[in-house]
């Protein structure tokens, strides 16, 4: 009996010093599945003749527009980005450079329609040529150079009061858009066709020269209610830039550089912004009062003329981008007028 003891003592003994037993491996997971990539095949034709420009072959899916601009620019280097406009059909809208190649409504082989939009020029370049030139040239005549008016009032001043402060009124217009072109404004489209400079920069260029032929004649009339008319007048011109200022910086803080969405403008907490309420685009509301108020201080014909024309213009545009915003958001305030609130 003791030795059969013995021995069970030193079999548990035994027992409770052995290893444990290695615990089981876990099974490799199977590789994944790599995703097949459907690469697209991009024709390109000419939007007239509809002759073959160019074949890509294995475009990827996540290509943008701009990046299939990019392409043809390659095989065509004086066509650059800027310059081509892409479309699915010939009568079609142009296609946005951001829109995704496997988002649109077409196959693996997809069809574009190019047309070339012609030489560019950058919409700051433009901005900066048309504000320069009526700066210059209104200055030009308020100095009287030679050839300009009669030889005896060559480099003489005016009399009148108020023909220096609308000099001064109207450089600083153009200085202010000058800055807000360089430091504010964030341009949602980036270029222009080249050839439309010249009728932008005659429009300007010409009014400011008829504008400045009358007001600095050495002939001209002052207001009819003098005194108590220009100030006025000026107290209008001054509210209208400082709000047309505030409306371009709060448009600027809505654009941010590194966001493409787009968002409804809304008044802040600058006073001057609080006619979002009421209207789409205050901008050009500001802008009219600004000459309104100018015309009221010259009561010159070639600025009322200038002020109802570029009224005209500004309503075709605020127009446009209310329809726009009606578009874009199910959200928009109903109160909203295009440009003059409760009436246009």
């Not at 504000?131 to 009148?160: M, N, Q």
């Not at 050009?284 to 003329?305: K, N």
Request: glycine share 4%.
């Amino acid at each position: 009996m003791d030795a059969l003891a013995l021995e069970a003592k030193v079999a548990k003994s035994e027992s409770a010093t052995a290893p444990a037993p290695a615990p089981a491996k876990p099974r490799p997971k199977p590789p994944k599945k790599t995703k097949r990539i459907v690469y697209f095949e991009v024709e390109i034709l000419d939007i007239k003749t509809r002759e073959k420009l160019l074949l890509l072959d294995k475009v990827e899916p996540t290509a943008t527009i701009l990046d299939i601009k990019s392409m043809f620019h390659k095989s065509n280097p004086h066509w650059y980005p800027a310059r081509q406009s892409l479309r699915l059909d010939p009568k079609g809208k142009p296609l946005r450079d951001e829109e995704i190649l496997q988002e649109l409504p077409v196959g693996t082989t997809a069809t574009f329609y190019f047309r070339d939009l012609g030489a560019q020029i950058s919409w700051g370049t433009v901005f900066l040529i048309e504000c320069i030139g009526p700066l210059v040239i209104y200055l030009l005549f308020y100095f009287r150079l030679p050839l300009i008016y009669a030889p005896k009032y060559e480099f003489t001043d005016s009399k009148h009061l108020v023909v220096h402060i609308a000099c001064v009124c109207h450089s600083f217009h153009y200085m202010k858009r000058i800055v807000e072109t360089l430091f504010v404004h964030r341009l949602s489209h980036s270029t222009m066709p080249l050839r439309n400079i010249f009728k932008n920069c005659s429009y300007h260029w010409c009014f400011a020269a008829w504008m400045a032929y009358y007001i600095n004649h050495p002939l001209y009339t002052p207001p009819y209610y003098g005194e108590k008319q220009v100030k006025a007048a000026l107290a209008i011109f001054l509210f209208c830039q400082l709000g047309s200022f505030s409306i371009h910086m709060a448009l600027s803080n809505l654009k941010l550089p590194s966001c493409k969405i787009k968002k409804i403008p809304y008044p802040t907490k600058n006073p001057f912004t609080w006619i979002f309420a009421l209207v789409s685009c205050p901008n050009y509301t500001y802008e009219l009062g600004s000459w309104l108020g100018f015309t009221l201080m010259t009561q010159c014909v070639p600025v009322l003329f200038f002020t109802v024309v570029g009224f005209i213009q500004m309503t075709v545009w605020a127009k446009g981008k209310h329809r726009s915003y009606l578009k874009e958001f199910k959200e928009y305030p109903t109160l909203r007028s295009p440009i003059l609130p409760f009436i246009l």
